[in-house]
Structures are given as structure tokens and as C-alpha cells.
């Protein structure tokens, strides 16, 4: 099986994202708002939000506040005033007052769990996904690209 992306009639573009983990999500969710039309291939054979904890810096929060999601990420996570690095015995090693920084930038440092991050990213673009895809090759060429699924 074979899928194509290409630039189409009236200047439409069309995508496609190989991979629906919190990369190729917020990408879709990012080119789908600025109108290009995609499709997201998945090798996994249905959607599971798996993973740990994880820390979005300024930069992590920005994407979500340019998608929209910024507000309901917060009311899913914690937002950090400071972090504590440790070593392999939980000694401190240094500590970083992070919260002077989401003042200065008016954009938090946010810990949530993998699951909630990508359950917020996976409700704005499920419709898009194509599950079960893993693929086999890829090909550039000038009018776009072609794809080879298993």
C-alpha cells in the first residue's frame, strides 16, 4: 500500500505525519490549524497513551499555548516553581528556581504525566489517524513524497 503527499489544486497543501506520538500530534494539530489537509500513519495497531512523567520547559509550553491548549495542559499537570536535580543516591546536586523565569516569560514550566499530554493532543486530531501503518520505505521527489506501508 502506497500513500502520497503533494501540493494540490488551489494551493492545498497535502501532509502526511508518519508517527502519532506527542511529536507528529502537535505537528497535525499545528499544520491542520494553518488549513493543510493530512493524514497521520501509525505502526502501532490502535491508539495507546503509554509513558512517564515528563517536564515541559518555556518552549514546551509555547507550542501548547500557539495550539490552544495551554490552559486545559495546566489543569492536567503541575505547574514548577523550582527543580531540584539529585544524583543516582537523591543528593542534591543543584537547584533551578524555574518559576522566575514563568514570570518573566508569563509561560509555566508544567510536569505532567506522558498520558495526559497525549490524551490532550489525541481528542484535537483522532479523526486523522490511520492506525496499523508501519512503514517500509520513503521517497522525496520535486512534486511531494511517497510512502510504502507494510
Same mark, same amino acid.
Given at each position: 500500500? !502506497? /500513500?502520497?503527499?503533494?501540493? /494540490?489544486? *488551489?494551493?492545498?497543501?497535502? %501532509?502526511?505525519?508518519?508517527?502519532?506520538?506527542? /511529536?507528529?500530534?502537535?505537528?497535525?494539530?499545528?499544520?491542520? @490549524?494553518?488549513?493543510?489537509?493530512?493524514?497521520?500513519? !501509525? *505502526?502501532?495497531? !490502535?491508539?495507546?497513551?503509554? &509513558?512517564?512523567?515528563?517536564?515541559?520547559?518555556?518552549? %514546551?509550553?509555547?507550542?501548547?499555548?500557539?495550539? &490552544?491548549?495551554? !490552559?486545559? *495542559?495546566?489543569? @492536567?499537570?503541575?505547574?514548577?516553581?523550582?527543580? @531540584?536535580?539529585?544524583?543516582?543516591?537523591?543528593?542534591?546536586?543543584?537547584?533551578?528556581?524555574?518559576?522566575? =523565569?514563568?514570570?518573566?516569560? %508569563?509561560?509555566? =514550566?508544567?510536569?505532567?504525566?506522558? $498520558?495526559?499530554?497525549?490524551?490532550?493532543?489525541?481528542? @484535537?486530531? /483522532?479523526?486523522?489517524?490511520? =492506525?496499523?501503518?508501519?512503514?517500509?520505505?520513503?521517497?522525496? $521527489?520535486?512534486?511531494?513524497?511517497?510512502?510504502? =506501508?507494510?
Amino acid at each position: 500500500m !502506497e /500513500a502520497h503527499s503533494r501540493l /494540490a489544486a *488551489a494551493n492545498v497543501m497535502h %501532509g502526511m505525519i508518519l508517527g502519532a506520538g506527542v /511529536a507528529g500530534l502537535c505537528t497535525a494539530l499545528a499544520l491542520r @490549524q494553518r488549513g493543510t489537509k493530512l493524514a497521520l500513519y !501509525e *505502526a502501532a495497531p !490502535e491508539y495507546r497513551a503509554v &509513558g512517564a512523567g515528563l517536564v515541559l520547559s518555556l518552549n %514546551g509550553t509555547a507550542v501548547l499555548q500557539r495550539l &490552544g491548549l495551554l !490552559e486545559e *495542559a495546566v489543569t @492536567q499537570g503541575c505547574v514548577l516553581e523550582r527543580m @531540584q536535580f539529585t544524583d543516582a543516591q537523591l543528593q542534591p546536586i543543584s537547584e533551578n528556581l524555574v518559576g522566575h =523565569f514563568s514570570w518573566r516569560s %508569563g509561560l509555566p =514550566f508544567l510536569a505532567m504525566h506522558r $498520558n495526559r499530554l497525549l490524551n490532550l493532543l489525541w481528542r @484535537q486530531v /483522532a479523526d486523522q489517524v490511520h =492506525f496499523n501503518h508501519p512503514y517500509t520505505d520513503l521517497e522525496l $521527489n520535486p512534486e511531494g513524497a511517497r510512502v510504502r =506501508f507494510a
